[in-house]
């Protein structure tokens, strides 16, 4: 009973695959490919919310991934978010947004949509870090940046303290004694009267 079932939905599977394949000129694919390129995301969203673009926290712990919410802005069906490059030094990220731009036609809608992604992102060192973000505006190319404060780690191991680095030297000696010891000193006992 249970192979009954299964070859006439095999049947029909392969019966609608072979009509969806047909269905479709063969350069559709080719032309899908053509009409979108990728260019460096717009991250200006305008004078009220252009820091907008770039989200992190405040504080983080140095070795913990957190995460950052980087945004894009363009027209409704025009913009597909694409990877990022992210860089990275021991107290810094730059982070490239990029999308995938519709340029064949029908052409764009003139709307504006914001398109975030979030990105995980880790420093190892205590101190001050800096995110950056990098992107294109209206006429030009722009750079947001926040910065963040990288708290030690609860299980990183305490700096360890200094040693004693001062000069250590000896006494002088003088006639077989310490020469600032003072031995000419009468000595009293504590019950003596004053």
């Known amino acids: 009973m249970p192979l009954r079932s299964i070859l006439p939905l095999g049947s029909l599977g392969l019966a609608l695959l072979g009509a969806l394949d047909c269905s479709q000129p063969s350069d559709q694919g080719q032309r899908l490919h053509e009409a979108w390129t990728r260019v460096v995301g717009?991250?200006?969203?305008?004078?009220?919310g252009s820091q907008a673009a770039l989200q992190t926290?405040?504080?983080v712990?140095?070795?913990v991934a957190f995460s950052v919410t980087v945004s894009t802005y363009g027209g409704t069906g025009c913009i597909r978010p694409d990877q990022?490059?992210?860089g990275r030094a021991p107290s810094s990220a730059s982070i490239t947004v990029y999308d995938s731009l519709w340029v064949g036609s029908p052409p764009c809608l003139p709307d504006w949509h914001q398109y975030p992604r979030t990105l995980e992102l880790r420093f190892d060192l205590a101190g001050s870090a800096f995110v950056r973000l990098h992107g294109r505006g209206a006429d030009s190319t722009l750079t947001f940046q926040?910065?963040?404060?990288?708290s030690p780690s609860v299980h990183s191991p305490l700096p360890s303290p200094l040693s004693n680095t001062r000069l250590k030297l000896t006494a002088?000696?003088?006639?077989c004694r310490i020469a600032f010891v003072k031995l000419s000193v009468w000595r009293r006992s504590l019950g003596a009267i004053r």
């Open 61 to 63: 712990r140095a070795g």
């Open 146 to 150: 926040r910065a963040i404060t990288v």
């Open 84 to 86: 990022s490059e992210v």
């Open 57 to 59: 926290p405040d504080t």
């Open 172 to 175: 002088p000696v003088v006639y």
């Open 42 to 48: 717009r991250i200006d969203a305008g004078p009220a």
